[in-house]
T-cell receptor, first 112, second 114 residues
C-alpha cells in the first residue's frame, strides 16, 4: 500500500529559485526518507530524518518532519537545471522486518 | 565500486512466457527488495528478503516469484500469471532491514509485453 502522498504532483521553477515539496503519510513511522529519480533510472537516496528529529540539512537540502501532522517537506535551495528529476518520499517502520513505502512523487522541472 | 546491477536493461516478453530479471549486489547487504513502478506512479513492493533462503511477499506478489540462494543475488521471475507485467522493475538492497540507512537501488529493468 502507498502511504506517502507528495504535493504538488509537478513543479516548474527557474534556476536559482527554491523548490519545496511536501509529503503526507498515514501511519506511525521510524523514519522518513527522500529519494531522487532521474528519468528512466533507479532511485538515489538523498536524506533521512528520524521520527524524533524535526529538521535536517544536507548541502542544499533541508528536510522537516512534523509527526503530529504526519507530514514532511523537502526544500531544495538555489535550484539548478541538474536538479530536474522526480522526488519521492518513503516511510520506514520496523516491526521485526523493515520495508519502505513510497509515495507517487513530485516531478520537478528546473529551467535555465 | 560497490553497487547493484540489474540486467537486462530492456526485456520483451511474449504473452504466456515466464521471464527472469537479474539483480546482483556486491555491497554485502543482507536485505534485498523488488519494486514495480508504473508510469506516473510510486514504487510498489513485490517481494523482499532479509536473509538468504528466506523471503516474504510484498503488496503485489501475485504473478511473481523470487529466490534467494546467495546473499548477492535476488532474481525475480515474472510468470504468465501476471496479467499486466509491462512496467519498470527496480531492485534495491540495504543493511539488515534498512533501519535508517537507506536503500541502494539498481538502474532498473523495463519489461514490455509484446
Amino acid at each position: 500500500s502507498q502511504q506517502g502522498e507528495e504535493d504538488p504532483q509537478a513543479l516548474s521553477i527557474q534556476e536559482g529559485e527554491n523548490a519545496t515539496m511536501n509529503c503526507s503519510y498515514k501511519t506511525s513511522i521510524n523514519n522518513l526518507q527522500w529519494y531522487r529519480q532521474n528519468s528512466g533510472r533507479g532511485l538515489v537516496h538523498l536524506i533521512l530524518i528520524r521520527s524524533n528529529e524535526r529538521e535536517k540539512h544536507s548541502g542544499r537540502l533541508r528536510v522537516t518532519l512534523d509527526t503530529s501532522k504526519k507530514s514532511s517537506s523537502l526544500l531544495i535551495t538555489a535550484s539548478r537545471a541538474a536538479d530536474t528529476a522526480s522526488y519521492f518520499c518513503a516511510t520506514e517502520l520496523y516491526s521485526g522486518y523493515s520495508t519502505l513505502t513510497f509515495g507517487k512523487g513530485t516531478m520537478l522541472l528546473v529551467s535555465p | 565500486d560497490g553497487g547493484i546491477t540489474q540486467s537486462p536493461k530492456y526485456l520483451f516478453r511474449k504473452e504466456g512466457q515466464n521471464v527472469t530479471l537479474s539483480c546482483e549486489q556486491n555491497l554485502n547487504h543482507d536485505a534485498m527488495y523488488w519494486y514495480r513502478q508504473d508510469p506516473g506512479q510510486g514504487l510498489r513492493l513485490i517481494y523482499y528478503s532479509q536473509i538468504v533462503n528466506d523471503f516474504q511477499k510484498g503488496d503485489i506478489a501475485e504473478g511473481y516469484s523470487v529466490s534467494r540462494e546467495k546473499k548477492e543475488s535476488f532474481p525475480l521471475t515474472v510468470t504468465s500469471a501476471q496479467k499486466n507485467p509491462t512496467a519498470f522493475y527496480l531492485c534495491a538492497s540495504s543493511i539488515e532491514g534498512g533501519q535508517g540507512y537507506g536503500y541502494t537501488f539498481g538502474s532498473g529493468t523495463r519489461l514490455t509485453v509484446v
